[in-house]
């Protein structure tokens, strides 16, 4: 096994792993919009390394921004490496991949002169679980809303940080509010179910599209999201059917005759 760091005019045709095991998991219809996503955004609001077999096939990964770029709602200060998110192919796990590809990530931020690493750990055991992290020298730093922020010092032990508070425009309270939302081939799959039903809803239902962007999270605070009359929807993988029936629910709609 080796470790690629991803570089701008390279195929990018690669990126998602997570997505791409087989069978594929029922969400890889994002996979589309998230590679296209991503391709546009490397070198400004996301960084990734990509763990490839013998065979050069890509089987894992480590997607990253620094944080004065990265799409996440916390100000951080300057210098701080935020890892999104990482995976394994499930074939390869428990083989020392992801030990490889996180040494790598740190051989190239220390040369980089990066200060330490901030990641959101879960309580999901299967994936990003917070006590992965802690096992690699990460320590909590908050808990909050069922999740873990955890730092990884590199030349410094301390980090400043400070969650942004969320505030929702007035828009997003009588429709449909998408917040970025395409970096993760999970939120990408939810985006396009949700712009499937409200045209086939005929327009009764407004939508509004916000791309992620450093500004709009200083803005809203909020990096992704999908939000019904102003209440988050659809965490985690989420198939097309249960997305149309949870609008047409929250608006007392159906769908107009095909």
């Not at 400004?44 to 013998?54: K, T």
């Not at 901030?118 to 309580?123: K, Y």
């Not at 450093?214 to 803005?219: F, I, Y």
């Not at 659809?234 to 949870?246: H, L």
């Amino acid at each position: 096994m080796r470790v690629q760091r991803l570089a701008p005019g390279r195929s990018l045709q690669a990126t998602y792993p997570c997505a791409t095991e087989s069978p594929p998991p029922f969400w890889a219809d994002g996979l589309s919009l998230s590679r296209a996503w991503f391709a546009h955004e490397l070198g400004r609001s996301v960084e990734g390394f990509h763990l490839l077999n013998e065979r050069d096939e890509v089987i894992g990964h480590i997607y990253w921004a620094p944080s004065e770029h990265a799409l996440v709602p916390y100000r951080m200060e300057a210098g701080i490496a935020y890892e999104y998110c990482e995976w394994i192919q499930r074939e390869w796990q428990g083989q020392g991949g992801m030990q490889r590809l996180f040494e790598a990530f740190v051989r190239y931020l220390r040369r980089e002169g990066y200060k330490g690493i901030l990641v959101d750990g879960t309580d999901y055991e299967g994936y990003m679980h917070y006590s992965h992290f802690l096992k690699r020298g990460f320590r909590i730093l908050r808990e909050q809303n069922g999740g873990h922020l955890l730092y990884y010092p590199l030349s410094q032990d301390e980090v400043r940080v400070e969650p942004i508070p969320a505030k929702l425009p007035e828009t997003c309270r009588t429709g449909i509010c998408i917040f970025g939302s395409q970096f993760c081939p999970v939120g990408a799959s939810a985006v396009l179910y949700v712009r499937r039903a409200v045209q086939d809803l005929g327009g009764r239902v407004p939508l509004t599209e916000t791309p992620a962007t450093r500004d709009t999270v200083e803005r809203y605070g909020i990096a992704d999201g999908i939000y019904l009359k102003g209440k988050p929807a659809f965490f985690g993988p989420v198939t097309e059917q249960q997305v149309r029936r949870q609008i047409e629910e929250e608006f007392g709609l159906t769908s107009a005759p095909g």
